[in-house]
Protein backbone atom coordinates (compact mmCIF):
# COMPACT_ATOMS: atom_id res chain seq x y z
CA UNK A 1 0.00 0.00 0.00
CA UNK A 2 1.43 3.72 -0.61
CA UNK A 3 1.54 5.92 2.42
CA UNK A 4 3.27 8.54 3.93
CA UNK A 5 6.64 8.44 4.77
CA UNK A 6 8.37 11.50 7.25
CA UNK A 7 10.76 12.83 4.86
CA UNK A 8 7.73 13.52 2.52
CA UNK A 9 7.81 17.65 1.27
CA UNK A 10 5.38 20.02 0.03
CA UNK A 11 3.91 19.15 -3.38
CA UNK A 12 4.76 20.37 -6.49
CA UNK A 13 1.73 22.60 -8.98
CA UNK A 14 -1.01 20.27 -9.54
CA UNK A 15 -0.79 18.57 -13.39
CA UNK A 16 -3.02 20.09 -16.22
CA UNK A 17 -6.61 17.89 -15.82
CA UNK A 18 -5.52 16.23 -12.69
CA UNK A 19 -7.07 16.01 -9.34
CA UNK A 20 -5.86 16.91 -5.80
CA UNK A 21 -7.26 15.41 -2.64
CA UNK A 22 -6.03 16.75 0.77
CA UNK A 23 -8.08 15.33 4.19
CA UNK A 24 -7.62 18.51 6.71
CA UNK A 25 -8.99 15.84 9.14
CA UNK A 26 -10.35 12.30 9.86
CA UNK A 27 -7.67 10.58 8.87
CA UNK A 28 -5.87 8.99 12.03
CA UNK A 29 -8.49 10.26 14.10
CA UNK A 30 -12.42 9.97 15.02
CA UNK A 31 -13.71 13.01 14.22
CA UNK A 32 -13.01 16.62 12.32
CA UNK A 33 -13.34 14.81 9.07
CA UNK A 34 -13.39 17.47 6.19
CA UNK A 35 -11.94 17.05 2.95
CA UNK A 36 -10.45 19.19 0.06
CA UNK A 37 -10.85 18.49 -3.29
CA UNK A 38 -8.97 20.53 -6.16
CA UNK A 39 -9.71 20.40 -9.89
CA UNK A 40 -9.13 23.22 -12.22
CA UNK A 41 -8.01 25.89 -10.25
CA UNK A 42 -11.40 25.44 -8.02
CA UNK A 43 -11.93 23.60 -4.69
CA UNK A 44 -14.77 21.71 -3.08
CA UNK A 45 -15.20 20.84 0.06
CA UNK A 46 -16.44 17.90 1.89
CA UNK A 47 -17.17 17.87 5.29
CA UNK A 48 -16.09 20.27 7.58
CA UNK A 49 -16.17 18.90 11.44
CA UNK A 50 -15.10 19.07 15.20
CA UNK A 51 -13.10 16.19 16.97
CA UNK A 52 -13.95 16.83 20.87
CA UNK A 53 -11.02 17.46 23.87
CA UNK A 54 -9.83 14.94 25.42
CA UNK A 55 -7.99 14.50 28.89
CA UNK A 56 -4.71 15.67 27.45
CA UNK A 57 -6.31 19.02 26.20
CA UNK A 58 -7.37 20.74 29.32
CA UNK A 59 -9.16 23.77 28.64
CA UNK A 60 -10.22 23.12 25.32
CA UNK A 61 -13.84 22.93 23.76
CA UNK A 62 -13.27 21.99 20.59
CA UNK A 63 -11.07 20.76 17.83
CA UNK A 64 -10.31 22.60 14.60
CA UNK A 65 -9.87 21.16 11.08
CA UNK A 66 -6.48 23.59 10.22
CA UNK A 67 -8.16 26.02 7.57
CA UNK A 68 -4.48 27.78 6.41
CA UNK A 69 -3.74 25.19 3.43
CA UNK A 70 -6.72 26.83 1.98
CA UNK A 71 -7.21 30.58 3.71
CA UNK A 72 -5.65 32.29 0.87
CA UNK A 73 -7.80 30.43 -1.57
CA UNK A 74 -11.39 30.95 -0.32
CA UNK A 75 -12.17 33.16 -3.58
CA UNK A 76 -11.57 29.13 -5.38
CA UNK A 77 -14.10 27.50 -3.22
CA UNK A 78 -16.71 26.56 -5.07
CA UNK A 79 -19.02 25.33 -2.04
CA UNK A 80 -19.23 22.68 0.96
CA UNK A 81 -20.89 20.20 0.57
CA UNK A 82 -22.25 18.24 4.20
CA UNK A 83 -22.83 14.64 3.70
CA UNK A 84 -25.12 14.83 7.22
CA UNK A 85 -25.50 16.69 10.08
CA UNK A 86 -23.09 14.84 13.08
CA UNK A 87 -20.77 17.49 14.82
CA UNK A 88 -17.80 15.78 13.65
CA UNK A 89 -19.34 16.58 10.01
CA UNK A 90 -20.97 19.93 10.14
CA UNK A 91 -19.39 21.51 13.74
CA UNK A 92 -16.35 23.55 12.20
CA UNK A 93 -18.66 24.68 9.33
CA UNK A 94 -19.23 28.16 11.77
CA UNK A 95 -15.96 28.56 12.05
CA UNK A 96 -14.85 28.47 8.03
CA UNK A 97 -17.78 30.86 7.48
CA UNK A 98 -16.34 33.22 9.42
CA UNK A 99 -13.63 33.59 7.06
CA UNK A 100 -16.18 34.29 4.03
CA UNK A 101 -19.66 33.96 4.98
CA UNK A 102 -20.90 33.50 1.27
CA UNK A 103 -19.39 30.29 0.48
CA UNK A 104 -22.32 28.08 -0.35
CA UNK A 105 -23.63 24.93 1.58
CA UNK A 106 -25.01 22.13 0.15
CA UNK A 107 -26.71 19.05 1.67
CA UNK A 108 -30.00 17.27 2.39
CA UNK A 109 -33.02 18.62 4.30
CA UNK A 110 -32.36 17.84 7.59
CA UNK A 111 -28.45 18.31 7.50
CA UNK A 112 -28.92 21.89 6.54
CA UNK A 113 -31.87 22.56 9.13
CA UNK A 114 -29.07 21.15 11.60
CA UNK A 115 -26.43 23.49 10.43
CA UNK A 116 -28.38 26.52 9.83
CA UNK A 117 -29.78 26.49 13.60
CA UNK A 118 -26.18 26.66 14.67
CA UNK A 119 -24.79 28.75 12.00
CA UNK A 120 -27.91 31.28 13.86
CA UNK A 121 -26.34 30.70 17.53
CA UNK A 122 -23.01 32.18 15.51
CA UNK A 123 -25.32 35.23 13.86
CA UNK A 124 -24.16 33.78 10.36
CA UNK A 125 -26.74 33.80 7.70
CA UNK A 126 -25.64 31.32 5.36
CA UNK A 127 -25.79 30.17 2.06
CA UNK A 128 -27.33 26.77 1.56
CA UNK A 129 -28.66 25.04 -1.52
CA UNK A 130 -30.60 22.06 -0.75
CA UNK A 131 -30.19 18.52 -2.29
CA UNK A 132 -31.55 14.91 -1.94
CA UNK A 133 -31.04 11.21 -3.58
CA UNK A 134 -30.84 11.19 -7.19
CA UNK A 135 -29.92 14.92 -7.89
CA UNK A 136 -26.73 15.92 -9.82
CA UNK A 137 -25.92 19.85 -9.26
CA UNK A 138 -22.84 21.30 -11.05
CA UNK A 139 -20.34 23.12 -8.70
CA UNK A 140 -17.50 24.74 -10.93
CA UNK A 141 -15.76 22.18 -12.49
CA UNK A 142 -17.31 19.46 -10.60
CA UNK A 143 -20.26 17.12 -11.26
CA UNK A 144 -22.09 15.97 -8.27
CA UNK A 145 -24.60 12.85 -7.53
CA UNK A 146 -25.87 12.55 -4.52
CA UNK A 147 -26.76 9.19 -3.36
CA UNK A 148 -28.71 7.59 -0.55
CA UNK A 149 -26.52 6.62 2.48
CA UNK A 150 -28.12 4.97 5.34
CA UNK A 151 -26.28 6.30 8.82
CA UNK A 152 -27.94 6.36 12.55
CA UNK A 153 -28.88 10.07 11.36
CA UNK A 154 -31.36 10.70 8.58
CA UNK A 155 -30.81 12.12 6.05
CA UNK A 156 -27.87 10.89 4.68
CA UNK A 157 -25.86 11.23 1.61
CA UNK A 158 -22.49 10.00 -0.11
CA UNK A 159 -21.43 12.10 -3.04
CA UNK A 160 -20.16 10.96 -6.70
CA UNK A 161 -18.05 13.14 -7.82
CA UNK A 162 -17.17 13.61 -11.89
CA UNK A 163 -14.61 15.81 -13.06
CA UNK A 164 -12.27 16.00 -16.25
CA UNK A 165 -9.41 14.09 -15.04
CA UNK A 166 -11.68 11.35 -12.84
CA UNK A 167 -14.40 10.00 -10.64
CA UNK A 168 -14.45 9.81 -7.27
CA UNK A 169 -17.25 8.26 -4.70
CA UNK A 170 -16.86 9.71 -1.05
CA UNK A 171 -19.55 7.75 0.81
CA UNK A 172 -19.46 10.11 3.91
CA UNK A 173 -20.77 7.93 7.45
CA UNK A 174 -22.80 4.89 5.90
CA UNK A 175 -23.70 0.95 6.92
CA UNK A 176 -25.87 -0.88 5.08
CA UNK A 177 -28.77 -1.81 7.33
CA UNK A 178 -31.53 -3.75 5.27
CA UNK A 179 -34.36 -2.47 7.43
CA UNK A 180 -33.65 0.89 8.78
CA UNK A 181 -36.07 2.78 10.86
CA UNK A 182 -36.88 5.25 8.00
CA UNK A 183 -37.07 2.26 5.87
CA UNK A 184 -34.18 4.52 3.73
CA UNK A 185 -31.79 1.85 2.48
CA UNK A 186 -27.86 3.18 1.25
CA UNK A 187 -28.41 2.78 -2.73
CA UNK A 188 -26.60 0.35 -3.67
CA UNK A 189 -27.44 0.43 -7.23
CA UNK A 190 -26.75 3.55 -7.55
CA UNK A 191 -22.79 2.51 -6.37
CA UNK A 192 -23.55 -0.57 -8.98
CA UNK A 193 -23.92 2.29 -11.51
CA UNK A 194 -20.91 4.81 -10.51
CA UNK A 195 -18.82 1.45 -10.55
CA UNK A 196 -19.98 0.86 -14.29
CA UNK A 197 -19.39 3.82 -15.08
CA UNK A 198 -16.07 4.05 -13.53
CA UNK A 199 -14.96 5.77 -9.97
CA UNK A 200 -10.93 6.62 -9.96
CA UNK A 201 -10.76 7.12 -6.61
CA UNK A 202 -13.12 5.55 -3.92
CA UNK A 203 -13.23 7.55 -0.34
CA UNK A 204 -14.87 4.96 2.36
CA UNK A 205 -15.63 5.03 5.94
CA UNK A 206 -13.04 3.22 7.57
CA UNK A 207 -14.27 3.38 11.38
CA UNK A 208 -15.53 -0.36 11.98
CA UNK A 209 -13.50 -1.60 9.27
CA UNK A 210 -11.71 -4.07 11.79
CA UNK A 211 -15.58 -5.40 12.88
CA UNK A 212 -15.95 -8.78 10.97
CA UNK A 213 -19.28 -9.12 9.73
CA UNK A 214 -22.25 -6.86 9.26
CA UNK A 215 -23.49 -4.47 11.28
CA UNK A 216 -26.42 -5.06 13.57
CA UNK A 217 -29.71 -3.71 12.02
CA UNK A 218 -31.35 -0.67 14.14
CA UNK A 219 -34.82 -2.67 14.55
CA UNK A 220 -33.21 -5.05 16.52
CA UNK A 221 -31.88 -3.27 19.71
CA UNK A 222 -35.90 -2.50 20.51
CA UNK A 223 -36.47 -5.28 22.59
CA UNK A 224 -33.44 -4.34 25.23
CA UNK A 225 -34.41 -0.81 25.02
CA UNK A 226 -38.24 -2.05 25.70
CA UNK A 227 -37.37 -4.57 28.51
CA UNK A 228 -35.58 -1.60 30.11
CA UNK A 229 -38.47 -0.12 30.45
CA UNK A 230 -40.31 -2.83 31.87
CA UNK A 231 -38.07 -3.53 34.23
CA UNK A 232 -37.45 0.28 35.18
CA UNK A 233 -38.69 0.71 38.79
CA UNK A 234 -38.31 4.65 39.23
CA UNK A 235 -37.50 6.97 36.63
CA UNK A 236 -35.65 6.45 33.50
CA UNK A 237 -32.89 8.50 32.41
CA UNK A 238 -31.24 7.85 28.80
CA UNK A 239 -28.33 9.81 27.32
CA UNK A 240 -27.55 9.78 24.08
CA UNK A 241 -26.04 11.99 20.90
CA UNK A 242 -28.45 15.15 20.10
CA UNK A 243 -28.57 14.14 16.77
CA UNK A 244 -29.76 10.55 17.17
CA UNK A 245 -33.44 10.91 15.99
CA UNK A 246 -33.35 7.19 15.50
CA UNK A 247 -32.45 6.23 19.06
CA UNK A 248 -34.83 9.04 20.55
CA UNK A 249 -37.49 7.75 18.20
CA UNK A 250 -37.54 4.10 19.94
CA UNK A 251 -37.79 6.27 23.05
CA UNK A 252 -40.42 7.53 22.63
CA UNK A 253 -42.05 4.68 21.08
CA UNK A 254 -41.40 2.92 24.54
CA UNK A 255 -42.70 4.94 26.65
CA UNK A 256 -45.80 5.01 25.11
CA UNK A 257 -46.21 1.38 24.76
CA UNK A 258 -45.32 1.66 28.89
CA UNK A 259 -47.07 4.74 29.98
CA UNK A 260 -44.44 6.86 30.97
CA UNK A 261 -44.37 10.40 29.09
CA UNK A 262 -40.71 12.09 28.04
CA UNK A 263 -38.73 15.60 28.91
CA UNK A 264 -35.88 16.12 26.97
CA UNK A 265 -33.12 18.22 29.03
CA UNK A 266 -30.19 20.28 27.33
CA UNK A 267 -30.67 22.99 24.64
CA UNK A 268 -28.49 21.07 21.53
CA UNK A 269 -31.39 18.57 22.25
CA UNK A 270 -34.18 20.20 22.29
CA UNK A 271 -33.50 22.41 19.13
CA UNK A 272 -32.24 18.77 17.41
CA UNK A 273 -35.57 17.16 18.13
CA UNK A 274 -37.55 20.30 17.50
CA UNK A 275 -36.31 20.56 14.15
CA UNK A 276 -36.27 16.84 13.32
CA UNK A 277 -40.15 16.68 14.64
CA UNK A 278 -41.10 19.47 12.30
CA UNK A 279 -39.60 18.39 9.07
CA UNK A 280 -41.19 15.06 10.11
CA UNK A 281 -38.16 12.78 10.37
CA UNK A 282 -39.18 12.16 14.39
CA UNK A 283 -42.60 11.20 14.82
CA UNK A 284 -43.83 12.35 18.24
CA UNK A 285 -46.39 10.05 19.72
CA UNK A 286 -49.96 12.08 20.95
CA UNK A 287 -49.32 13.37 24.93
CA UNK A 288 -45.71 11.57 25.67
CA UNK A 289 -43.38 14.61 25.26
CA UNK A 290 -44.12 16.94 27.97
CA UNK A 291 -41.62 19.65 29.91
CA UNK A 292 -39.39 19.40 32.44
CA UNK A 293 -41.68 21.00 35.24
CA UNK A 294 -44.67 19.19 34.36
CA UNK A 295 -42.99 15.75 34.58
CA UNK A 296 -41.36 16.57 38.14
CA UNK A 297 -44.62 16.38 39.06
CA UNK A 298 -45.70 13.06 37.68
CA UNK A 299 -44.70 9.87 39.36
CA UNK A 300 -41.57 8.76 39.05
CA UNK A 301 -42.28 5.42 37.48
CA UNK A 302 -44.06 7.46 35.08
CA UNK A 303 -41.03 9.74 33.59
CA UNK A 304 -38.82 9.19 31.26
CA UNK A 305 -35.43 11.66 31.02
CA UNK A 306 -33.93 12.49 27.41
CA UNK A 307 -30.19 14.20 27.97
CA UNK A 308 -26.69 14.53 26.42
CA UNK A 309 -23.72 13.54 28.09
CA UNK A 310 -23.15 9.56 26.80
CA UNK A 311 -19.72 10.28 26.31
CA UNK A 312 -18.85 11.20 29.82
CA UNK A 313 -18.46 15.22 28.62
CA UNK A 314 -17.99 16.96 32.26
CA UNK A 315 -20.33 20.14 31.38
CA UNK A 316 -23.42 17.57 29.90
CA UNK A 317 -26.41 16.79 32.02
CA UNK A 318 -25.37 13.00 32.41
CA UNK A 319 -22.17 13.81 34.59
CA UNK A 320 -23.49 16.51 36.24
CA UNK A 321 -25.72 14.24 37.83
CA UNK A 322 -23.76 12.00 38.34
CA UNK A 323 -21.38 14.76 40.37
CA UNK A 324 -24.58 15.61 42.17
CA UNK A 325 -24.78 19.36 40.19
CA UNK A 326 -27.66 19.11 38.55
CA UNK A 327 -31.11 19.76 39.43
CA UNK A 328 -32.22 16.26 38.82
CA UNK A 329 -30.68 13.71 41.57
CA UNK A 330 -30.76 10.56 40.58
CA UNK A 331 -31.50 8.00 42.92
CA UNK A 332 -32.01 4.19 44.36
CA UNK A 333 -34.45 2.71 41.71
CA UNK A 334 -33.75 4.98 38.76
CA UNK A 335 -32.41 3.31 35.80
CA UNK A 336 -30.11 5.27 33.34
CA UNK A 337 -29.70 4.04 30.15
CA UNK A 338 -26.73 4.65 27.91
CA UNK A 339 -27.39 4.68 23.97
CA UNK A 340 -24.36 4.76 22.24
CA UNK A 341 -20.94 3.49 22.24
CA UNK A 342 -17.57 4.54 23.18
CA UNK A 343 -16.06 6.88 21.07
CA UNK A 344 -12.44 5.70 21.29
CA UNK A 345 -10.78 8.25 24.12
CA UNK A 346 -13.69 8.78 26.12
CA UNK A 347 -13.85 5.10 28.10
CA UNK A 348 -12.33 6.90 31.10
CA UNK A 349 -14.77 9.54 31.27
CA UNK A 350 -17.90 7.18 30.44
CA UNK A 351 -16.57 4.78 33.12
CA UNK A 352 -16.51 7.80 36.01
CA UNK A 353 -19.65 8.67 35.05
CA UNK A 354 -20.91 4.98 35.03
CA UNK A 355 -19.52 4.43 38.91
CA UNK A 356 -20.69 7.94 39.49
CA UNK A 357 -24.49 6.87 38.60
CA UNK A 358 -24.20 3.28 40.15
CA UNK A 359 -22.92 4.73 43.46
CA UNK A 360 -26.02 6.77 43.56
CA UNK A 361 -27.97 3.62 43.79
CA UNK A 362 -28.96 3.85 40.02
CA UNK A 363 -29.30 0.78 37.44
CA UNK A 364 -26.83 1.62 34.39
CA UNK A 365 -27.61 -0.56 31.48
CA UNK A 366 -25.30 0.79 28.36
CA UNK A 367 -23.76 -1.58 25.35
CA UNK A 368 -21.45 -3.67 27.47
CA UNK A 369 -24.46 -5.33 29.32
CA UNK A 370 -27.57 -5.02 27.22
CA UNK A 371 -27.75 -4.84 23.93
CA UNK A 372 -28.84 -0.97 23.63
CA UNK A 373 -26.92 0.70 20.95
CA UNK A 374 -25.52 -0.25 17.21
CA UNK A 375 -22.84 1.10 15.57
CA UNK A 376 -23.60 3.50 12.52
CA UNK A 377 -20.63 2.66 10.30
CA UNK A 378 -20.46 -0.40 8.01
CA UNK A 379 -18.31 -3.62 9.23
CA UNK A 380 -16.12 -5.33 7.49
CA UNK A 381 -18.37 -7.47 5.61
CA UNK A 382 -20.45 -4.36 4.26
CA UNK A 383 -17.41 -2.72 2.95
CA UNK A 384 -16.31 -6.19 1.01
CA UNK A 385 -19.81 -5.73 -0.56
CA UNK A 386 -18.94 -2.43 -1.70
CA UNK A 387 -15.49 -2.85 -2.90
CA UNK A 388 -16.72 -5.62 -5.14
CA UNK A 389 -19.58 -3.85 -6.71
CA UNK A 390 -17.84 -0.49 -7.05
CA UNK A 391 -14.76 -2.05 -8.67
CA UNK A 392 -12.80 1.31 -8.03
CA UNK A 393 -9.07 1.74 -9.58
CA UNK A 394 -7.63 4.01 -6.63
CA UNK A 395 -8.75 3.51 -3.02
CA UNK A 396 -8.68 5.82 -0.32
CA UNK A 397 -9.30 5.24 3.14
CA UNK A 398 -10.76 8.15 5.28
CA UNK A 399 -12.54 8.33 8.79
CA UNK A 400 -11.16 6.46 11.56
CA UNK A 401 -7.81 6.09 13.77
CA UNK A 402 -4.83 3.88 11.88
CA UNK A 403 -5.99 0.65 12.85
CA UNK A 404 -9.18 1.65 10.59
CA UNK A 405 -7.80 3.12 7.65
CA UNK A 406 -5.24 -0.24 7.73
CA UNK A 407 -7.77 -2.24 7.74
CA UNK A 408 -10.44 -1.01 5.18
CA UNK A 409 -7.29 -0.62 3.05
CA UNK A 410 -6.62 -4.33 3.47
CA UNK A 411 -10.32 -5.20 2.53
CA UNK A 412 -9.55 -3.53 -0.45
CA UNK A 413 -6.56 -5.63 -1.44
CA UNK A 414 -8.68 -8.61 -0.71
CA UNK A 415 -11.42 -7.47 -3.38
CA UNK A 416 -8.40 -7.20 -6.11
CA UNK A 417 -7.19 -3.26 -5.64
CA UNK A 418 -3.97 -3.79 -6.48
CA UNK A 419 -1.76 -2.99 -3.48
CA UNK A 420 -0.04 0.33 -4.78
CA UNK A 421 -3.99 1.79 -5.16
CA UNK A 422 -4.20 1.75 -1.94
CA UNK A 423 -3.45 4.85 -0.57
CA UNK A 424 -3.04 5.11 3.43
CA UNK A 425 -2.70 8.88 3.98
CA UNK A 426 -2.87 11.14 7.14
CA UNK A 427 -4.09 14.83 7.93
CA UNK A 428 -2.42 16.91 5.51
CA UNK A 429 -1.00 14.21 3.27
CA UNK A 430 -1.49 15.23 -0.69
CA UNK A 431 -3.10 12.54 -2.83
CA UNK A 432 -2.80 13.26 -6.98
CA UNK A 433 -4.84 11.83 -9.69
CA UNK A 434 -3.14 11.62 -12.64
CA UNK A 435 -4.48 9.85 -15.62
CA UNK A 436 -6.77 7.63 -13.18
CA UNK A 437 -3.39 6.55 -11.12
CA UNK A 438 -3.82 8.02 -8.01
CA UNK A 439 0.00 8.74 -6.32
CA UNK A 440 0.97 10.51 -2.68
CA UNK A 441 2.73 13.46 -3.91
CA UNK A 442 3.89 15.26 -0.93
CA UNK A 443 2.20 16.61 2.54
CA UNK A 444 1.07 20.19 3.56
CA UNK A 445 1.46 22.05 7.09
CA UNK A 446 -1.94 20.81 8.76
CA UNK A 447 -2.53 20.58 12.59
CA UNK A 448 -4.99 20.94 15.28
CA UNK A 449 -6.43 24.42 15.93
CA UNK A 450 -8.13 24.96 18.79
CA UNK A 451 -11.33 26.53 20.31
CA UNK A 452 -11.13 27.60 23.93
CA UNK A 453 -13.40 30.12 25.59
CA UNK A 454 -13.70 32.88 22.80
CA UNK A 455 -10.27 31.99 21.79
CA UNK A 456 -10.01 30.48 18.37
CA UNK A 457 -6.35 29.68 17.39
CA UNK A 458 -4.74 31.19 20.08
CA UNK A 459 -4.02 27.94 22.48
CA UNK A 460 -0.81 26.24 21.53
CA UNK A 461 0.80 22.78 22.31
CA UNK A 462 2.66 24.88 24.39
CA UNK A 463 -0.20 26.18 26.56
CA UNK A 464 -1.87 22.96 26.82
CA UNK A 465 1.85 21.44 27.66
CA UNK A 466 1.62 24.20 31.25
CA UNK A 467 -1.88 23.58 31.66
CA UNK A 468 -1.16 19.49 31.66
CA UNK A 469 1.99 20.41 34.13
CA UNK A 470 -0.24 22.79 36.62
CA UNK A 471 -3.00 20.03 36.30
CA UNK A 472 -0.74 16.80 37.19
CA UNK A 473 2.71 18.49 39.01
CA UNK A 474 1.05 21.91 41.00
CA UNK A 475 3.77 24.79 40.87
CA UNK A 476 6.78 26.19 42.81
CA UNK A 477 7.34 29.83 43.02
CA UNK A 478 10.33 31.37 44.44
CA UNK A 479 10.33 34.76 45.44
CA UNK A 480 13.57 36.69 45.47
CA UNK A 481 13.89 40.38 46.60
CA UNK A 482 17.59 42.29 45.00
CA UNK A 483 18.41 44.99 46.44
CA UNK A 484 18.99 47.73 42.71
CA UNK A 485 21.70 49.43 44.35
CA UNK A 486 24.20 46.60 45.08
CA UNK A 487 23.24 44.05 43.63
CA UNK A 488 22.65 41.77 46.72
CA UNK A 489 19.39 39.38 47.65
CA UNK A 490 17.51 41.65 50.09
CA UNK A 491 14.71 39.30 50.77
CA UNK A 492 14.06 35.67 50.09
CA UNK A 493 14.22 33.63 48.65
CA UNK A 494 10.82 32.42 49.47
CA UNK A 495 9.37 29.23 48.35
CA UNK A 496 5.62 29.07 47.90
CA UNK A 497 4.37 26.11 46.19
CA UNK A 498 0.45 24.83 45.25
CA UNK A 499 -0.84 21.23 44.30
CA UNK A 500 2.37 19.79 45.50
CA UNK A 501 1.86 17.13 48.41
CA UNK A 502 5.35 17.49 50.56
CA UNK A 503 6.59 17.32 53.96
CA UNK A 504 6.30 20.87 55.57
CA UNK A 505 10.24 22.22 55.34
CA UNK A 506 11.16 20.30 52.71
CA UNK A 507 12.51 22.58 50.48
CA UNK A 508 14.69 24.03 53.32
CA UNK A 509 17.19 21.68 51.92
CA UNK A 510 17.43 24.07 48.72
CA UNK A 511 17.88 27.15 50.08
CA UNK A 512 21.20 27.26 51.15
CA UNK A 513 22.25 25.99 47.16
CA UNK A 514 19.96 28.68 46.08
CA UNK A 515 21.34 31.06 47.74
CA UNK A 516 24.73 29.98 46.96
CA UNK A 517 23.93 29.98 42.93
CA UNK A 518 22.56 33.68 43.09
CA UNK A 519 25.83 34.96 44.98
CA UNK A 520 27.81 33.42 42.45
CA UNK A 521 25.73 34.67 39.69
CA UNK A 522 26.15 38.30 41.46
CA UNK A 523 30.41 37.76 41.83
CA UNK A 524 30.44 37.10 37.90
CA UNK A 525 28.46 40.22 37.53
CA UNK A 526 25.12 38.63 36.05
CA UNK A 527 22.35 41.39 36.63
CA UNK A 528 19.55 40.73 34.09
CA UNK A 529 16.42 39.56 35.77
CA UNK A 530 15.55 36.78 33.13
CA UNK A 531 19.18 35.22 33.27
CA UNK A 532 18.61 34.92 37.62
CA UNK A 533 14.55 33.87 36.79
CA UNK A 534 17.05 30.80 34.87
CA UNK A 535 19.32 30.30 37.34
CA UNK A 536 16.54 30.33 39.91
CA UNK A 537 14.90 27.82 37.84
CA UNK A 538 17.91 25.04 36.97
CA UNK A 539 18.61 25.15 41.01
CA UNK A 540 14.96 24.58 42.06
CA UNK A 541 14.30 22.00 39.24
CA UNK A 542 17.28 20.02 39.65
CA UNK A 543 16.58 19.37 43.54
CA UNK A 544 13.01 19.09 42.90
CA UNK A 545 13.18 16.19 40.05
CA UNK A 546 16.46 14.92 41.92
CA UNK A 547 15.26 14.54 45.43
CA UNK A 548 11.28 14.48 44.97
CA UNK A 549 11.32 13.07 41.79
CA UNK A 550 8.91 15.60 40.60
CA UNK A 551 8.00 17.96 37.66
CA UNK A 552 6.46 20.81 38.64
CA UNK A 553 5.99 24.63 36.73
CA UNK A 554 8.52 26.82 38.54
CA UNK A 555 7.67 30.64 38.47
CA UNK A 556 10.89 32.50 39.60
CA UNK A 557 9.87 35.79 40.70
CA UNK A 558 12.74 38.39 40.95
CA UNK A 559 11.48 42.16 42.33
CA UNK A 560 13.69 45.40 42.61
CA UNK A 561 13.78 47.38 45.66
Known sequence: MSHPHPELTEPAALADGAVRVVALGGLGEIGRNMTVIEHQGKLLVVDCGVLFPEEHHPGVDLILPDFSYIEDRLDDVVAIVLTHGHEDHIGAVPYLLRLKPDIELVGSELTLALIEAKLKEHRISPYTFGVAEGDRETLGPFECEFIAVNHSIPDALAVLIRTSGGTLLHTGDFKMDQVPLDRRITDLRAFARAGEEGVDLFLVDSTNADVPGFTTPERNIAPAIERVFHQAERRIIVACFSSHIHRVQQVLDAAQESGRKVAMVGRSMLRNMGIAAELGYLKVPDKVLVDLGKLAKMPEDEQVLICTGSQGEPMAALSRMANRDHKIEVGTGDTVLLASSLIPGNENAVYRVINGLTRLGA??????????????????????????????????????????????????????????????????????????????????????????????????????????????????????????????????????????????????????????????????????AQQLQQIIRRSVGSFVGGKLRRRPMIIPIVVDA
Not at 376 to 384: D, I, N, P, T, V
Not at 439 to 464: H, K, N, Q
Open 363 to 528: NVVHKGNAMVHVSGHASAGELLYCYNIVRPRNVLPVHGEWRHLVANGDLAVQTGVPRDRVMLAEDGVVVDLVDGVARIAGTIDCGYVYVDGSSVGGTTEGLLKDRRILRDEGFVTVIVVRDTATGKIAAGPEIQTRGFVEEEGVFDKVLPQLERALEEARNNGVTD
